[in-house]
Nanobody, 111 residues
Framework: QVQFVESGGGLVQPGGSLRLSCAASGSIFSIYAMGWYRQAPGKQRELVATVTRGGSTSYADSVKGRFTISRDNLKNTVYLQMISLKPEDTAVYYC?????WGQGTLVTVSS
């Protein structure tokens, strides 16, 4: 059974950067498309970015040009590089293969 562990969240000032990591175990990671979702307080969970097993990516309009999703199949890890962070990016960020979910990592953008 696959498991995901997210890390890299924290408190950052507006305009700052963070890189989130999602480490996978328990499955053949490289065969799955992966996604990052986020859930802000009082809001529904929303899709942020996806990456196929071949490396093709897609992004929510709200993060295009600021976030970059990538994967390292040898390390069984998917990343989310975030720059030019805004207060509205504050949320718990989750990774998923569409089935299993990690526990999430909190990103807080505030001065």
């Amino acid at each position: 059974q696959v498991q995901f562990v997210e890390s890299g969240g924290g408190l950052v000032q507006p305009g700052g950067s963070l890189r989130l990591s999602c480490a996978a175990s328990g499955s053949i990671f490289s065969i799955y498309a992966m996604g990052w979702y986020r859930q802000a307080p009082g809001k529904q969970r929303e899709l942020v970015a996806t990456v196929t097993r071949g490396g093709s990516t897609s992004y929510a309009d709200s993060v295009k040009g600021r976030f970059t999703i990538s994967r390292d199949n040898l390390k069984n890890t998917v990343y989310l590089q975030m720059i030019s962070l805004k207060p509205e990016d504050t949320a718990v960020y989750y990774c998923t293969d569409g089935g299993a979910w990690g526990q999430g990592t909190l990103v807080t953008v505030s001065s």
